[in-house]
């Protein structure tokens, strides 16, 4: 049992159960406590540790802490502290609640070492972050269970995968898989949905901006870059997820720049941001699984305070549609700085963090020659400056007038994006101290005049096609909508296919019944004529076929409830 | 959205004096940096990347074709805000 609890995320996971039962005071104290202690925890333990428990018939590997666990542990522990602040006012207890253990959980999953106990974490994520979602209120009731369907479904292909795997060789040990098999395959759907790559993608803009304003922020740092961590820990260097990683980053910006929904914006470019970090596992060099590291480490925190911006937005006036905002920078002057300072860094301005990081990336693919891809690459960090560097703070802050006067955001949500800007000017300014935490050493300098003439070239003309057209009225409007994403095949296209296709059938089945009935009634006289009809009529069902049907009928108002 | 037409409603939009002066001084720094490139040297992994102004002219093009891109998709997407019935506004 200890060998389970003595674990920093446990620390989190127990602060979270316990939570509920706490005054206010308490509470908000545990909410950034607990992840502060976990981190020092973290911090102090050597490396490698492992721990092993044996538990049902196997060897399990409850801990086990090396050079890539450590970097994907302590960032995630860092988002904790700084999501705890940024709700730090609320005093509801199950979104406070179901953070810390949703975070303990991802932290588990990172630091388990072998398939079994990743499959219970992978779970428990899932389930607290569903509460995060719930928490927002009942109207989310709906999208609550259309995203648990999805996550908990990764979690089952993961445990399939992990049978057959473990069956094949006879060992759960979490650590490189490929695709060699089916097990291995499996396991790579599982991580590919929590990945949101590309057509499993949606259940990421669906959800994320229907949490609360904190809840978002909370969401945004853990379920995905625990994917990007597996696939780093079980598939570095599988060719395909590089075309998989450069789709990614391409085509969610198309996405961005049409929607109104300021934190879907950001939920699109979330996903564009993963693409970057898939495309440095399948390149899988020390170089590339470093860039991968570093980019989830700087991304988590400037997609964190992007999302803490729009969700203090939220918060004072109710809306983050970019058609009804506009003008916001004279209420709220600090949220406006801080936002700005997460574009700078999304884009990778230099001496913001997501320069130091995703140039490592950038260089991997530079070096294996990959050209297409590079300039996929390219054209998608231009996007990302277009729509979520410009796009995000002139569309909330400056644009027009919208006339909404409001108050400033709470102090608590301006402590925890001003320490957030920090960290992403910090590591920009200072990019050693990123450096120094990374899996493998690192001999680069990002910091050349070439490299910083190029990407200044990249943005300012990025800039300028975005001036060109807003001056002109090239650019499309900011427009309350809905655009279709690949989600509507589930929630449109097949409900309505399978409810013409029983309708149909129905109606077929009439129609033979009917003929049939007909038919028995003209030639078949006496009690076998009757033996026909009633079996005809549906009395002489056995039970087998009952079952069937009634399972179909329950998964088709399943899949009716969730669209 | 109505607007606040009181004796401060000015302070409260951006001049377009202002909005000007920023335009130009990022067209000014768009020159400028096309020029320092005829001075500095990129060291690029791809000989084409080398090539004199090559992230400008990539980066302009790719935006404005993203931008069009994206525009000419909506007439393909876009639905009513409601459309699944779940608007939660």
Do not use: D, E, F
């Given at each position: 049992m200890?060998?389970?609890?003595?674990?920093?995320?446990?620390?989190?996971?127990?602060?979270?159960?316990?939570?509920?039962?706490?005054?206010?005071?308490?509470?908000?104290?545990?909410l950034v406590l607990a992840p502060l202690l976990a981190a020092g925890w973290l911090w102090t333990m050597p490396q490698p540790t492992v721990v092993t428990a044996m538990a049902l018939g196997y060897e399990l590997t409850p801990l086990r802490l090396d050079g890539l666990a450590f970097v994907f542990a302590l960032i995630f522990l860092i988002a904790a502290m700084l999501a705890g602040l940024y709700m730090l006012h609320l005093r509801s207890r199950m979104e406070p609640a179901s953070a810390l253990v949703y975070a303990g959980a991802a932290v588990a999953a990172v630091l388990a070492g072998d398939l079994i106990t990743l499959f219970v974490y992978w779970e428990l994520t899932a389930l607290a972050s569903a509460l995060i979602i719930l928490a927002n209120g009942p109207q989310t009731y709906r999208v609550t269970l259309r995203y648990l369907l999805i996550q908990v479904s990764s979690g089952l292909l993961l445990m399939a995968g992990a049978i057959v795997h473990i069956r094949a060789t006879g060992s759960a040990a979490f650590n490189e898989l490929g695709l060699d098999a089916a097990g291995g395959w499996l396991i790579f759907a599982a991580f590919g949905i929590k990945a949101a790559f590309p057509l499993l993608h949606n259940w990421l803009q669906d959800a994320y901006p229907a949490a609360s304003p904190s809840g978002t922020v909370v969401l945004s740092a853990f379920t995905t870059k625990l994917a990007i961590?597996?696939?780093?820990?079980?598939?570095?260097?599988?060719d395909i997820l590089i075309p998989i990683g450069a789709v990614m980053t391409a085509f969610p910006i198309f996405y961005a720049v049409i929607e109104n929904d300021l934190r879907r914006v950001l939920a699109y470019s979330l996903n564009n941001q993963l693409g970057f970090m898939v495309v440095g596992v399948g390149i899988g060099s020390e170089l590339a699984l470093n860039g991968t590291a570093a980019h989830a480490f700087t991304h988590i925190l400037y997609k964190a305070l992007l999302f803490m911006s729009m969700g203090a937005v939220l918060y004072r006036v109710g809306t983050v549609n970019g058609s009804q905002l506009g003008g916001l920078y004279r209420s709220m002057p600090y949220t406006t700085v801080f936002c700005i300072i997460g574009a700078a860094s999304i884009s990778a301005f230099p001496l913001f963090s997501g320069f130091v990081s995703k140039s490592l990336i950038l260089s991997a693919v530079g070096y294996e020659g990959a050209w297409l891809v590079w300039l996929v690459l390219i054209f998608a960090s231009a996007g990302v400056f277009h729509h979520s560097g410009i796009k995000i703070p002139f569309f909330a802050f400056f644009a027009h007038d919208s006339g909404i006067r409001c108050q400033e955001a709470p102090g608590n949500m301006l402590l925890a994006m001003g320490l957030t800007a920090a960290a992403c000017i910090g590591i920009g300014c200072a990019p050693g101290l990123l450096y120094g935490l990374l899996p493998y050493p690192v001999d680069y300098a990002p910091y050349t005049g070439s490299h910083i003439l190029s990407q200044m070239h990249l943005l300012l003309f990025s800039a300028l096609a975005f001036t060109v057209l807003m001056r002109t009225g090239i650019y499309p409007p900011e427009l309350r909508s809905t655009n279709l994403d690949f989600d509507w095949v589930y929630r449109r296209w097949a409900p309505a296919v399978i409810e013409r296709g029983m309708s149909g059938l129905a109606a077929a089945r009439n129609g033979l019944h009917q003929s049939l009935n007909q038919a028995a009634r003209r030639h078949v006289q006496g009690p076998r004529g009757k033996r026909v009809e009633s079996i005809l009529a549906g009395h002489a069902w056995t039970t087998g076929s009952m079952v069937l049907a009634v399972t179909l009928v329950l998964v088709l108002y399943l899949l009716s409830y969730f669209s | 959205m109505s607007e606040d037409r009181?004796?401060?409603?000015?302070?409260?939009?951006?001049?377009?004096?202002?909005?000007?002066?920023?335009?130009?001084?990022?067209y000014a720094l768009c020159a400028l940096s096309v020029v320092l490139d005829l001075f500095v040297h990129r060291h690029e992994k791809f000989a084409f990347a080398g090539s004199f102004g090559f992230y400008a002219g990539y980066g302009f093009v790719a935006c404005v074709a993203l931008v069009l891109a994206a525009k000419g998709l909506r007439r393909l997407l876009m639905r009513d805000e409601n459309y699944y019935g779940e608007a939660d506004d």
């Open positions: 200890l060998a389970w609890l003595a674990n920093p995320a446990w620390l989190l996971i127990g602060a979270g159960l316990l939570l509920p039962l706490l005054p206010y005071r308490l509470r908000q104290g545990l961590y597996a696939l780093a820990r079980s598939y570095a260097g599988t | 009181n004796s401060s409603a000015h302070a409260w939009s951006v001049r377009p004096a202002l909005v000007n002066r920023i335009v130009y001084t990022l």
